[in-house]
């Protein structure tokens, strides 16, 4: 089977959740301030912004090196990240198409609820997700890591096949990024682990692998240099 030319992966820059959520979760809140559902979030305005410089990083790419492939996770916030970006970049860029493979972790009957909430509501899941640990737990009605791995492989496989050869820019979330990690290097639950603590997966951060060699090898990670400062 081919390989595609070139994969980015692009984090949405910041969300509406991105900043309430941990602001009520330190100050031990039940409401967020937010209602609605997650694949319907906005960006803020400095995640406007950092739509807008991901587009100028775009201009500035060599011809040979632009897009040729765009696919979007179908939250709001994924598909607006490359709409602005695609705009600011003043290039002629591809249409996106969208992919259910690509939403961020689903969280189930904890969609959208502050960790006090989930405390009240959800009484036994904070002692499941200690005994479970980070990667193996599942909340209810949800999907453990594991879980997002599955349908990446998928994806992956398609891509693969559909644009071999092609460079292919994909849009989605941090657990995205941080799990097709996992699929195309082979990693295993520590190694994740271990990624995971140089940090985040930042706002409209950067991941290439380059499939020159005939098999996806990993360029940069969570590359931000482009972005302006908060």
């Known amino acids: 089977m081919g390989v595609v030319a070139e994969l980015i992966l692009i984090r949405h820059g910041q969300s509406a959740s991105n900043v309430a959520f941990p602001k009520a979760d330190a100050a031990g809140l039940l409401e967020s301030g937010l209602t609605g559902r997650d694949t319907d979030v906005e960006l803020t ?3 406007v912004r950092q739509a807008q410089a991901v587009g100028h990083w775009l201009a500035g790419l060599p011809v040979g090196q632009v897009p040729e492939v765009a696919i979007t996770s179908p939250y709001l916030r994924a598909r607006e990240t490359w709409r602005i ?10 249409a996106p198409a969208t992919d259910d493979r690509l939403v961020d972790r689903l969280l ?9 909430a989930v ?4 009484p036994d899941e904070p002692g499941r997700f200690e005994a479970a640990g980070e990667y193996q737990y599942k ?30 820019v994909v849009v989605a979330h941090d657990s995205v990024v941080l799990m097709m990690r996992y ?11 271990a990624v995971a603590a140089t940090g985040h997966v930042r706002n409209a951060s950067i991941t290439r692998f380059d499939g020159a060699s005939g098999a ?12 302006p400062v908060e």
């Open 45 to 47: 305005p400095f995640g």
């Open 85 to 94: 970006a695609a705009a600011a970049s003043g290039l002629d860029l591809p």
């Open 108 to 116: 189930g009957d904890l969609e959208m609820l502050t960790r006090a």
């Open 119 to 122: 405390a009240r509501q959800f």
């Open 139 to 168: 909340p209810p009605n949800g999907e453990s890591f594991g879980d997002i791995a599955v349908r990446l492989e998928s994806f992956l496989t398609d891509v693969n096949r559909e644009h071999a050869g092609k460079r292919v």
């Open 183 to 193: 699929v195309i290097e082979g990693l295993d639950w520590p190694a994740i682990a």
């Open 216 to 227: 996806l090898v990993l360029d940069h990670y969570n590359t931000v240099s482009h972005l």
